[in-house]
């Protein structure tokens, strides 16, 4: 069974631009989450989605950030335009059902933003 | 709200000792708790969790934890340390299994 798939692994991109990263869950995971881990931290939840709703959206900076889950498949988190600030590594996990608290996550993208 | 404390930013231990990763819970609702472990360029894996019943639980490679009600507290321990359990761990705290909150993490280093 393929785990939880993330691209692009490193992003180096430079203040002010955009950037995208992508996560494909594992087949049948219908929640899916995007978590924020700093250097020295543990992860930050963003968001969580249940099928293609997004359910806890509290942490998520909703002026530069965004994110979509079409179809309640994969995903992809945005950012625009880029901060010094939001370099970090953006992990996606997925689990089969709402409660389990089993999340299975993938590498992670690390973000530099120069 | 939950929050988790994880004592001990690093720990070291030798080869065949004890390991002990503390970690102290804040939770307005029963917790449900967890230990996830992260090795070199891998993601998280889960470890082992407590929902409800026995406090005592069992997790792969060796490793158990107890929760302790009255301390706040869900510490990991593996009677004897192998190199292979070199990686950084982190104790989670949920509402439910839904939301989860996790520690700052702490990084074991077994030395040989």
Partial sequence: ???????????????????????????????LYWYLQNLGQGPELLIRYENEEAVDDSQLPKDRFSAERLKGVDSTLKIQPAELGDSAVYLCASSKSRGSGELFFGEGSRLTVL | AQSVTQLGSHVSVSEGALVLLRCNYSS???????????????????LLKYTTGA?????????EAEFKKSETSFHLTKPSAHMSDAAEYFCAVSPYGNKLVFGAGTILRVKS
């Fill in chain 1, 1 to 31: 069974e393929a785990g939880v798939v993330q691209s692009p692994r490193y992003k180096i991109i430079e203040k002010k631009q955009p950037v995208a990263f992508w996560c494909n869950p594992i087949s049948g995971h219908n929640t």
């Fill in chain 2, 28 to 46: 307005s609702v029963p917790p449900y708790l967890f230990w996830y472990v992260q090795y070199p360029n891998q993601g998280l894996q889960l």
């Fill in chain 2, 55 to 63: 406090t005592l639980v069992k997790g792969i490679n060796g490793f």
